[in-house]
Structures are given as structure tokens and as C-alpha cells.
């Protein structure tokens, strides 16, 4: 009887350890908002945009969550690609779209689109993010800059910064698909390198439409013309939800 009860016990032991609940899987916090100590203190991080409308912009970015468009928004900026270029695609109260050395939503640098480093970081206001065609890994040097929260984005493009400073200067980044008269980036430049800002602004670049097809300006290199490259366009705002008139179904 008691060598049947000591049997017993290894296979009561496994009945409980069956039993007992799995432990549950921990979902992957979201990032923080603001940078980790070692990123924010690195001049290197921040990228400074002198904008046509009288104001400074500066964007935090986030090398430890994106570190790829990070590295391409320093080479660019190094090599004065984004002087110059416009907003080209400013919607009021969702986004401001510019780095297009072509000025319609088609350009690009001469280097490789990037992959997507989606990072959970959300698309709130401020928040800088890389502008792409329907396909994922198509980033190059376009980008977002969100005028408001836009949630529905989060997954879908790359975030790699988010304004720190002259966020009222982004307010007033002139609206249009495209604007009558553009706000312009007078100059981009990162912050540990420590250029003072344009003495004045420069003569006005040409219009968009001579760009296309022809040879980009100095530092402003396009992708090929031929075939034209899909625009890189971000999906529209969602429409407020509007009740049909009384009587309507």
C-alpha cells in the first residue's frame, strides 16, 4: 500500500504542474517620448532647420530607435541636400511634407531607399517621420513633420525624431497640396556641427516642374526620371463622421 501511495506521487506532482496557469506573455512596452540621456546629450542628434517663414525647428532624433534614417538625415544634411527644398504637401491639422529635391512628392537622393524601422513610437504631434510610397521599404529622404495626432500611422512609417523647439514655426509652414507660395528649408544642419544659421535667404530655387528630368542642383541628386518613380505620398486625414440630414437614411 505504501510503495502504491509513493508511485503515486510523481504523477500527482505533474498533474499539478499541468494544472497551474502558463505565465502570461509581457507585451513590448511602448517606447519612451523622450529620448534616453546618452542620445539627447549627443549634438550630433539634433538636426536644426532654418525655415523660410523666419523660424528655427529643431528635431530631436532617435538613433537608438531608428538608427539607419537617422544616419540618412545626418548624411544628407551634411552634404546641404535639404537647403533650399520645399514643403511641398501641407495639410492642416495632419502633416507637413517636404525633402523632395523634385518639390512634387516623386524625388529622392541618390542613395538606397531605406528598410522600415518601425519602433512603436506614435505618430503625435511633432513627431518626425519618414515619408514612403505603398511600399514599406521605400524611405529616402522625404519626410513628416505631424501637425497633430494621427494614430492611425503607427506601424506604417518609420518615426526617427520629434520636435523639441519652434513647433509654432511648423504651425505656420504655409498649407497646400501644393502651396501657392511654399515655405522653404533655408537650412538644414546638425547641431554638433555647429553652423551658424544663413546670414540671409537664399536667391529662390527653380520651380519645381523645370526639376523634373533634369539634373538636380548641387547636393539635391535625384533618383532616375525615366521611369518616373511613384509618388511618395502619405494616405489623406480621415473625414470627420457627419450625420445624414433629418428625414435621410
Request: glycine share 10%; net charge neutral; charged share 15%.
Amino acid at each position: 500500500m505504501f510503495f502504491k501511495a509513493l508511485c503515486a506521487l510523481p504523477f500527482a506532482a505533474l498533474a499539478l504542474i499541468a494544472a497551474a496557469p502558463a505565465p502570461q506573455a509581457t507585451a513590448p512596452a511602448m517606447p519612451s517620448l523622450a529620448a534616453p540621456a546618452d542620445v539627447a546629450a549627443n549634438p550630433a542628434n539634433k538636426l536644426t532647420l532654418e525655415l523660410s517663414n523666419g523660424g528655427t525647428v529643431v528635431v530631436q532624433m532617435r538613433p537608438d530607435l531608428a538608427p539607419n534614417h537617422v544616419e540618412r538625415i545626418q548624411t544628407l544634411v551634411r552634404r546641404g541636400f535639404y537647403n533650399g527644398l520645399t514643403f511641398h504637401r501641407v495639410i492642416d491639422g495632419f502633416m507637413a511634407q517636404g525633402g523632395d529635391p523634385k518639390g512634387v512628392g516623386t524625388g529622392g537622393s541618390d542613395l538606397p531607399d531605406l528598410q522600415a524601422e518601425f519602433n512603436g513610437l506614435p505618430h503625435v504631434r511633432g513627431a518626425v517621420s519618414a515619408a514612403r510610397t505603398e511600399q514599406p521599404n521605400t524611405a529616402n529622404s522625404q519626410f513628416f513633420i505631424m501637425l497633430s495626432p494621427h494614430l492611425t500611422l503607427d506601424g506604417e512609417y518609420t518615426v526617427f525624431g520629434r520636435v523639441i523647439g519652434g513647433m509654432n514655426f511648423v504651425d505656420a509652414i504655409e498649407k497646400g497640396e501644393p502651396p501657392a507660395n511654399p515655405t522653404r528649408i533655408l537650412q538644414a544642419s546638425i547641431a554638433a556641427d555647429n553652423r551658424p544659421p544663413p546670414p540671409q535667404a537664399p536667391q529662390a530655387a527653380p520651380h519645381a516642374a523645370s526639376l523634373i528630368g533634369t539634373p538636380a542642383g548641387a547636393g539635391h541628386t535625384a533618383g532616375p526620371a525615366v521611369p518616373p518613380p511613384p509618388s511618395i505620398r502619405l494616405p489623406d486625414p480621415p473625414q470627420p463622421h457627419r450625420p445624414p440630414p433629418h428625414g435621410q437614411q
